[in-house]
């Protein structure tokens, strides 16, 4: 510090002696900064032969104000400079090095060691090496649904829609009738009359074959196909849905199982009902390391297992509606075990 401020002090004498001397035509300020001349202690003064770099940019206006408030001769003669004040010289000083630092950077910025000329970089990940990136499956579970038996097959975004919309009304105590009408209704919100009267022929097995074998239905893809032909498809598609989705378990029928294709390989699931005993129990075949859940909290049983069978038990089982969960490669899809 005490040779920094020795330095300091050294500059500024020499500035004001070279400002006492008389200088030819031009002002003694640009004599200074003109002239390519080492200070005292081996200071260098700019040359400002490049005109990017102006001594009055880089001074601060408030540290121009501290200088004007040192003393000055009531004759009218140059201020001098109190060198007891050597704290503002010294912030003055740092300041004008600081803001150098910076315009030297803006029109040189540094390069990375592996850079020999600056570059812009890419903000988004290129295509290739984001194809390659691993992330969720969106159409995981739906190999079972492209294989329904339907009389034309169903766009596969749709298929996904009713997928999701009769999962989320599986664990509601809802006559089949009704649940088929609440999925499709929403896909032709003007016409629920229509829904609903093509909700009674689907669960009526004689007129579900009729459907089943309308060239209606069987000689068109599903966009060729008027609304309420598509009414029918979407409605026959959910009702095979809701059978694969829900278990109907009773001391009469105290097993069930089924059977899932999705795109990683089967999913086999039977659940067990032991009515004396409460007990409800669910084994698993997993294709690919996964986990299935049974019953929602706080009476819920959670087994994991890279692959192969996984088993999940409740017990002193009440309710008449269960929800049984299998999730595969981040996705889950939900089933419902209904207790009669």
Known sequence: MKRDTDT??????????????????????DEVFLKPNHGPSGI????????????????????????SR?????????PILDLGEIPAV?????????????LDIERRPPLFPWEKELQDYP???????????????????LHQLRSLSLPTPLPDELLDTLLQRCQALIQ?????????????????????????????????????????TDPGTTELTYDQANPQQQMALSLLAARQIFDTLILDLSAQQPQVSRQ??????????????????????????????????????????????????VTVTLEDVSAQVYALEVELAGTALQFAIHLT
């Open 260 to 309: 899932w294709m999705t795109d990683v390989g089967l999913l086999r699931l039977t659940a067990s009902y032991e009515a004396e005993a409460a007990r409800v129990m669910v084994q698993a075949e997993l294709p690919a390391a996964g986990r299935v859940s049974l019953g929602q909290a706080p009476q819920r049983a959670t087994s994991t297992s890279s692959t192969g069978p």
């Open 123 to 141: 903000v988004d990940m290129p295509s290739e090496l984001a194809s390659t990136t691993p992330g969720p499956l969106p159409y995981l579970w």
């Open 70 to 78: 040192v003393s000055q001769d009531t004759d009218g003669q140059p």
């Open 172 to 212: 509601r105590p809802l006559k089949s009738g009704v649940r088929l009408v609440k999925v499709v209704e929403t896909l032709f919100p003007e016409q629920p009359q229509a829904v609903e009267r093509l909700a009674g022929m689907v669960l009526t097995p004689a007129y579900r074959g009729q459907l089943m």
């Open 90 to 102: 010294q912030d003055r000083f740092q300041a004008l090095l600081k803001r150098q630092l910076q």
């Open 44 to 67: 260098a003064l700019q040359d400002t032969h490049d005109e990017s770099w102006d001594p009055l940019d880089l001074e601060a206006p408030e540290l121009w104000e501290q200088d």
């Open 8 to 29: 300091v002090k050294q500059f500024l004498l020499w500035l004001l002696q070279d400002l006492d001397s008389p200088a030819p035509a031009s002002s003694r300020s």
